[in-house]
């Protein structure tokens, strides 16, 4: 069975600060992905990136970053120099690889980022 | 290009209604799947289909709920006999196949009074 866990439930932060949402992971399986969505307070779902198991690459778009640590199943998100706007819940997913978009979800770390 | 699109965007039914959700998929996207997010949740697999056919409904609950995706018109999610445990936010994701990347409409908020 396949579990996310992102243990902070809520995270707050000063405008500018960098900020990192932790995610980690359990699967039976060798090759799987791994992604994150965005949920601001409009409800909406915004796909932030996708990641497959055989990949362990950091990637860095704009101010994100992901790390990718295999050996300890997470796949933490950054958000460095953080703005108003990142207000969100971050959602934090696995699916198996060929189980292709049937993914399981964490409970999502809620962050608020102050003026 | 329109993105998947869900109506409506906000549903009230009293206990006992039906519900009846949809969703178009995305231009080109024949993979559709529903997903459920109760309140203060994250979002929890229910089912997958592709053009008349349920691949995965491993999510769905055995009762009061289907869904369907005909050849011809939106996928429809249905619950019969609403209860209050079925307010929620309901999100279809389509993709063009079962690799592609899911791309998730606005939702549907359901609260059944």
């Known amino acids: 069975a396949q579990k996310v866990t992102q243990a902070q439930t809520e995270i707050s932060v000063v405008e500018k600060e960098d900020v990192t949402l932790d995610c980690v992971y359990e699967?039976?399986?060798?090759?799987?992905?791994l992604f994150w969505y965005k949920q601001p307070p409009s409800g909406e779902l915004v796909f932030l990136i996708r990641?497959?198991?055989?990949?362990?690459q950091n990637e860095i778009s704009g101010r994100y970053s992901w790390n990718f640590q295999k050996s300890t199943s997470s796949f933490n998100f950054t958000i460095t120099a953080s703005q108003v706007v990142d207000s969100a819940v971050y959602f934090c997913?696995?699916?198996?690889?060929?189980?292709?978009?049937?993914?399981?979800f964490g409970g999502g770390t809620r962050l608020m980022v102050k003026p | 290009n329109a993105g998947v699109m869900q109506n409506p965007r906000h549903l009230v039914r009293r206990r006992g209604q039906e519900a009846r959700l949809r969703c178009s998929p995305m231009?080109?996207?024949?993979?559709v799947y529903w997903y459920r997010q109760l309140p203060e949740e994250g979002l929890k697999f229910m089912v997958y289909?592709?053009?008349?056919?349920?691949?995965?409904e491993s999510g769905m609950p055995k009762e009061r709920f289907s869904a369907e995706f005909p050849k011809e018109g939106p996928s429809i999610l249905r619950i019969q006999q609403v209860v209050r445990g079925d307010s929620a936010a309901y999100f279809c994701?389509?993709?063009?196949?079962?690799?592609?990347?899911?791309?998730f409409g606005n939702g549907t908020r359901l609260t059944v009074t």
């Open positions: 994701a389509s993709s063009r196949d079962s690799n592609s990347p899911l791309h």
């Open positions: 699967t039976r399986d060798t090759t799987y992905y």
């Open positions: 990641r497959n198991s055989f990949d362990e």
């Open positions: 997913a696995l699916s198996e690889w060929n189980a292709g978009n049937m993914l399981t």
């Open positions: 231009k080109g996207h024949s993979h």
């Open positions: 289909l592709q053009k008349e056919n349920i691949i995965d």
